[in-house]
């Protein structure tokens, strides 16, 4: 059973960095693509990041661009995204997801049960 745990979300102010982790089990890391996704408070879920099965392909959403880093470690079965320059805007329960195939749309994804994340202005 694959299992995503999220840690790191916490409260900072505008302009602040945090790094949240994702640690997954249950699975064979490295035929997944990873990814992470946010809820905004009474908004949809959205794409954030996601990176390729071996980390060297990673794609970004245009809000978060030049501000979030993904990375992965597949010898430790981690996804790390790194936050710096965070906004209000950025406020929001922060999954991690993983899919053979990186299908963000389909029923064969597999998702943490999220890490709270608050940008104070």
């Known amino acids: 059973q694959v299992q995503l745990v999220e840690s790191g979300g916490g409260l900072v102010q505008d302009g602040g960095s945090l790094t949240l982790s994702c640690e997954a089990s249950?699975?064979?890391?490295?035929?997944?693509?990873m990814g992470w996704f946010r809820q905004p408070p009474g908004k949809e879920r959205e794409f954030v990041a996601a990176?390729?099965?071996?980390?060297?392909?990673?794609y970004y959403a245009d809000s978060v661009k030049g501000r979030f880093s993904l990375s992965r470690n597949n010898n430790a079965n981690m996804a790390v995204l790194l936050m710096n320059s965070l906004k209000p805007e950025d406020t929001g329960v922060y999954y991690c997801a993983a899919d053979r195939f990186g299908e963000w749309g389909g029923d064969t994804v597999n998702w943490g049960k999220g890490t709270l994340v608050t940008v104070s202005s």
């Open positions: 249950g699975l064979t890391f490295e035929d997944y693509v």
């Open positions: 990176t390729s099965w071996g980390g060297g392909t990673t």
